[in-house]
T-cell receptor
Framework: NAGVTQTPKFRILKIGQSMTLQCTQDMNHNYMYWYRQDPGMGLKLIYYSVGAGITDKGEVPNGYNVSRSTTEDFPLRLELAAPSQTSVYFC???????????????FGPGTRLTVL | KNQVEQSPQSLIILEGKNCTLQCNYTVSPFSNLRWYKQDTGRGPVSLTIMTFSENTKSNGRYTATLDADTKQSSLHITASQLSDSASYICVVSGTSGTYKYIFGTGTRLKVLA
């Protein structure tokens, strides 16, 4: 199993540009998540999905969009990039939700995004 | 407000020494608490998971404790190694069925030779 893969690893955007961060998992997990991690801060949930076709907002969804057309893929779309979106983005997946003791989140390697 | 606070923010120790990291939370109702290790430039990896009824959980040289009454947890690292240099993140989840993982800001540990 490759686990959770993310592309690209690094990206520099100009203000106002758009891009899609790709995330794929091969563990047949139901739940998928997008987080951002700013320096010295905890991970903040952007969007999550409990299954194909179902997505919902997390704590910091403004400026982002997601879709979940398949179990495996959960892309994150940035529209009109702003400097405040400079961060490291992590995709994660799990079979169950966080309230279940047996649930384990698996994280991708992250995408480091800079908006100039 | 559900929060997870960790201390210290950063810590430097010599190889072979022990250390203890702290986590206080206000998440209610509580379901479980996890400790993650995050190496520089990598995603977090789960070390331990504890529920309300578990006081201690070990994973090799890592031992986590939980006091659900005082809402405190600690992660003790024994005989530290250079490879233990990383950020350690405390993560708390609410009641069963919710998606939510609430992340602390982490403790950055540096182990020196």
């Amino acid at each position: 199993n490759a686990g959770v893969t993310q592309t690209p690893k690094f990206r520099i955007l100009k203000i106002g540009q758009s891009m899609t961060l790709q995330c794929t998992q091969d563990m047949n997990h139901n739940y998928m998540y997008w987080y951002r991690q700013d320096p010295g801060m905890g991970l903040k949930l952007i969007y999550y999905s409990v299954g194909a076709g179902i997505t919902d907002k997390g704590e910091v969804p403004n400026g982002y969009n997601v879709s979940r057309s398949t179990t495996e893929d959960f892309p994150l779309r940035l529209e009109l990039a702003a400097p405040s979106q400079t961060s490291v983005y992590f995709c994660a997946s799990s079979y169950l939700g966080g309230g279940f003791r047996t649930d384990t989140q698996y994280f991708g390697p992250g995408t480091r995004l800079t908006v100039l | 407000k559900n929060q997870v606070e960790q201390s210290p923010q950063s810590l430097i120790i010599l190889e072979g020494k022990n250390c203890t990291l702290q986590c206080n939370y206000t998440v209610s109702p509580f379901s479980n608490l996890r400790w993650y290790k995050q190496d520089t430039g990598r995603g977090p990896v789960s070390l331990t998971i504890m529920t309300f009824s578990e006081n201690t959980k070990s994973n090799g040289r890592y031992t986590a404790t939980l006091d659900a009454d005082t809402k405190q947890s600690s992660l003790h690292i024994t005989a530290s190694q250079l490879s233990d240099s990383a950020s350690y993140i405390c993560v708390v989840s609410g009641t069963s069925g919710t998606y939510k993982y609430i992340f602390g800001t982490g403790t950055r540990l540096k182990v020196l030779a």
